[in-house]
Nanobody
Framework: QVQLVESGGGLAQAGGSLRLSCAAS????????MAWFRQAPGKQREFVAA????????YYADSVKGRFTISRDNAKNTVYLQMNNLKPEDTAVYYC??????????????????WGQGTQVTVSS
């Protein structure tokens, strides 16, 4: 069973940047389909970004496209989320998630059977 631990959250001003990290242990990381989701207070969890094992493609929510970049280092068993030009509406708890393989319904969280504990990101205006 894989375990995921997020880090890198914190407080940023609007227009600033943060980089989240998600360290994985357990199951072979390099074959996992990895993603970031977020949940703001009073709102449903929403998809942010995803990256398959081969990193040939990346997937983003429209709300973060052009501002966030997902990447992974399979040698370090770590996936990253670089967040630039942050906006107050990016404030949320960010969760890392892992799936055994890619599926086309990823944006709804389908197939992601392991989740991290979450890391808080707060963006002030």
């Amino acid at each position: 069973q894989v375990q995921l631990v997020e880090s890198g959250g914190g407080l940023a001003q609007a227009g600033g940047s943060l980089r989240l990290s998600c360290a994985a242990s357990g199951r072979t990381f390099s074959t996992l389909f990895m993603a970031w989701f977020r949940q703001a207070p009073g709102k449903q969890r929403e998809f942010v970004a995803a990256i398959p094992w081969n990193t040939y493609y990346t997937y983003y929510a429209d709300s973060v496209k052009g501002r966030f970049t997902i990447s992974r280092d399979n040698a370090k068993n770590t996936v990253y989320l670089q967040m630039n030009n942050l906006k107050p509406e990016d404030t949320a708890v960010y969760y890392c998630a892992a799936a055994r393989s890619f599926n086309s319904d990823y944006a709804r969280g389908t197939g992601f059977d392991v989740w991290g504990q979450g890391t808080q990101v707060t963006v002030s205006s």
